[in-house]
């Protein structure tokens, strides 16, 4: 009878162990919240390749990961943006790197043809292997930093290359917030005399970047750039 009750009190203590929570989904409390998410695990859906129809075939779902594939032909690259468009929101996701490799959160982008690339129009929160990509000479180019403008090695903490690292990237009437794995790495307003020496400061002055975050509204893209990566729990609230 001990053994038993033993048994039994061992099953209830495990019966309220929180098990993690499967990768691209939502829990109850997520989805009360407003969150909804904008990658499956399974499909592309939702997304599709700047300025054309469908997702080019670097884009693959691999394992539940989002995954862009240089070694697959170049025809099939580009950024993927998302269908929708944004404002007032929070965006949740992870992401991970293979070595030496770069890649990057693009969001307010305005999809026109008159816009060759997503970076014409959007900022970027970096995404980097700081340690052996090829574009981590500059501090504000390290992972986490909002690309060119602002950033540091006080701020950019990814984990080591091969682990998942969690961002939030916060825009609420162009305030804009990023955390990367819980270090807020920058915060600014859009528009404001400080973000306007940041863009004067940084290769965006340039002509060809006329449009460059001049509206703080827009559709959000995972860069295709030298190396792979791979993207999971992309999630989304409106604010």
Known sequence: MKKILTLLT???LLGNVALPQKPNTLTKEEKKAGWKLLFDGRTTQGWHTYLRDTVGSKWQVVDGALVFDQTKPKSGGGDIVTDGIYENYELNLEWKVAKGSNSGIIFNIQEDPKYGATY??????????????????????????????????????????????????????????????????????????????????????????????KVAKGKIALQEHPGS???????????
């Open 229 to 239: 990566s791979q993207w999971r729990n992309i999630k989304i609230k409106s604010l």
């Open 120 to 213: 014409l129009t959007g900022p970027e929160m970096q995404v980097l292997d700081n340690i052996d990509a090829a574009d981590n000479k500059k501090e504000n180019h390290l992972a986490g930093c909002l690309y060119d403008m602002a950033g540091d090695a006080s701020v950019s903490k990814p984990k080591p290359v091969g682990e998942w690292n969690k961002v939030r990237l916060i825009q609420n009437k162009g305030h804009l917030t990023f955390y990367l794995n819980g270090i807020k790495t920058f915060e600014g307003q859009i528009g404001s005399e400080e973000w306007n020496k940041l863009v004067a400061n940084s290769k965006f002055k340039n002509a060809a970047f006329a449009d460059f975050a």
């Open 10 to 12: 061992a099953c209830a």
